[in-house]
């Protein structure tokens, strides 16, 4: 009992330590950027000189996270190209992309505010801002909030559902942005169902990757006075939106339905065979 209790513990704490040093690797991309480009950590940094700390500190932090959670034996990479039927990684990618745009309108219509808004449209300026936002940083998001700690959540308590459902809390609150909070919760709890159900975390990368991609596209297309829906017209306003929306959804559900089949068969016909063998 103790030995469980102890091992249960030490899970526990492989996500912590992965939230801090998530959190911690952050703040030291950004100081060490800021000196090696200033010579100082206190200085004013404001215009293109934050938007360099910022997209140059992302990468390092990114690098730092990457090669010591992989150290430490808390992931490997194998665990990013993880074989996949490619039935399963079409169904829960087109899954996971039909749930974007109600959840994106969904948070437009709480109009929480974007205090990092003005920022990423000065990073998306730059070819590598676009890939740190686009690319590396989905990589290791799905990487910690779907690998490591779901995993551990799982191993804790047995449920999926609370794997699910911390993991996505935690995925919405630390972009401390009001604004990708909700959405970002709201994605997660499709990405952790996904995740559970195909033991991978290629469908996340993808969907996050595509998410995030679609996110520079509306920001630029923003700065030449384009929107992908009108100004102040809500989903639910407009008779075509809203039924998009509600088909949206409904899809995505159909979908995960037939994914589930799908590893329900795939674990049927596995155990058929291994009664096979051991009839043999």
């Known amino acids: 009992m103790a030995h469980t209790y102890l091992h249960k513990s030490s899970v526990m704490l492989r996500s912590i330590i992965s939230i801090l040093l998530f959190v911690l690797f952050q703040l030291v991309g950004f100081l060490g950027v800021a000196l090696f480009l200033t010579g100082s950590v206190n ?21 730092l996270l990457f090669l010591t959670l992989w150290a430490l034996h808390f992931f490997k990479p194998s665990d990013i190209t993880k074989k996949l039927p490619l039935k399963a990684l079409l169904l829960s990618v087109v899954m996971s992309l039909l749930l974007i745009m109600p959840i994106s309108e969904l948070n437009s219509a709480f109009e929480l ?48 559902w609370v794997a699910i459902v911390v993991s996505s809390a935690l995925f919405g609150l630390i972009h ?16 952790g169902w996904t995740y559970c159900r195909t033991g991978s975390i290629l469908p996340g990368i993808l969907v996050h ?50 994914l589930n089949r799908f590893y329900s068969q795939k674990s049927q016909l596995q155990s058929n065979c291994s009664s096979v063998k051991s009839i043999e």
Not at 49 to 55: D, E
Not at 136 to 153: A, K, L, M, Q
Not at 176 to 191: E, K, W, Y
């Open 209 to 258: 990757i595509i998410n995030n991609s679609i996110g520079v596209l509306e920001m630029r297309c923003s700065e030449n006075g384009w929107s992908l829906s009108p100004d102040g017209v809500k989903f639910y306003q407009n008779p075509w939106s809203l039924l998009i929306f509600t088909s949206s959804i409904i899809l995505a559900f159909v979908l995960a339905a037939a």
């Open 113 to 160: 505010s974007n205090r990092l808004g003005d920022l990423f449209k000065q990073i998306t300026q730059s070819l590598w801002g676009i890939l740190i936002i686009a690319v590396c940083g989905p990589v290791i998001e799905e990487i910690v909030f779907r690998r490591i700690i779901i995993d551990d959540f799982m191993k804790r308590f047995g449920k999926q």
């Open 43 to 63: 200085g004013d940094f404001s215009g293109e000189l934050l938007v360099s700390i910022t997209i140059w500190g992302s990468y390092l932090s990114y690098l």
């Open 176 to 191: 401390m942005n009001p604004v990708q909070m909700l959405s970002g919760f709201l994605i997660g709890l499709a990405l």
